[in-house]
Each structure stands twice: as structure tokens, then as C-alpha cells.
């Protein structure tokens, strides 16, 4: 599965962005999708996913400000982000695999997009 994000860039603290992620490729063997991102110095940590049937799963620092959702005719994945924080500057990395125990096991990454809050 071959997966290309876009959407990323600067944003002042409280302001909103969206990231978009395609898949292409051998997709029949996904049923999940979702984000992942890495600030400077820092793991990689989950973000956020939506499985095929739409249920979702959100780290704790992004709920109820981000919502993750699914085009499946599209085959693309959402990432809207509002009030946005220092704290969420980050590389974001889409990714898709298998929705395992409520949450994405991821198996193909995405290049990142970069997103800064900075005012």
C-alpha cells in the first residue's frame, strides 16, 4: 500500500488545519487508517484512527479537538485539527494496516507532512 498525506504547514495556536492522506495500491489488504506523528526529540506516538466501519480511537491529548475520518470510496483518510497547540507541532505520518482491539496496527507508512503552531 502506497500512501501520500498533504495538508500540513503553520498555524497559529487555536487555529484549525486538515491533513489528507490517499492509498493506492493493494488496499483490499487494509481496513484501517490513521496518524501517527513525532515532534523534534521525541517517539513517534499515535494520534489518531478509523477503521473501515468507522470507529475511531484518539490519544488522549487529541480528543475532542481532533477528528479522524474515512472517504472509503476514496480510499483517503482525514485528520481535521482544531485549537491547535504548540504541543501538536509535529511530522505527521499517515498510515493503514489492520484494526486489531479497538485500535490500528499499522503495516504501510506515508511520508510525513510537517505541521507548526507558531505564532
Known amino acids: 500500500v502506497q500512501l501520500q498525506a498533504s495538508g500540513g504547514g503553520l498555524v497559529q495556536p487555536g487555529g484549525s488545519l486538515r491533513l489528507s492522506c490517499a492509498a493506492s495500491?493493494?488496499?483490499?489488504?487494509?481496513?484501517?487508517m490513521g496518524w501517527y506523528r513525532q515532534a523534534p526529540g521525541k517517539q513517534r506516538e499515535f494520534v489518531a484512527a478509523?477503521?473501515?466501519?468507522?470507529?475511531?480511537k484518539y490519544a488522549d491529548s487529541v480528543k475532542g479537538r481532533f477528528t479522524v475520518s474515512r472517504a472509503n470510496a476514496k480510499n483517503t483518510v482525514y485528520l481535521q485539527m482544531n485549537s491547535l497547540k504548540f504541543e501538536d507541532t509535529a511530522v505527521y505520518y499517515c498510515?493503514?494496516?489492520?484494526?486489531?482491539?479497538?485500535?490500528?496496527?499499522?503495516?504501510?507508512w506515508g511520508q510525513g507532512t510537517q505541521l507548526t503552531v507558531s505564532s
Open positions: 498510515n493503514a494496516g489492520r484494526w486489531v482491539s479497538g485500535t490500528i496496527d499499522p503495516d504501510s
Open positions: 495500491g493493494s488496499i483490499f489488504s487494509i481496513n484501517a
Open positions: 478509523v477503521s473501515s466501519g468507522g470507529r475511531t
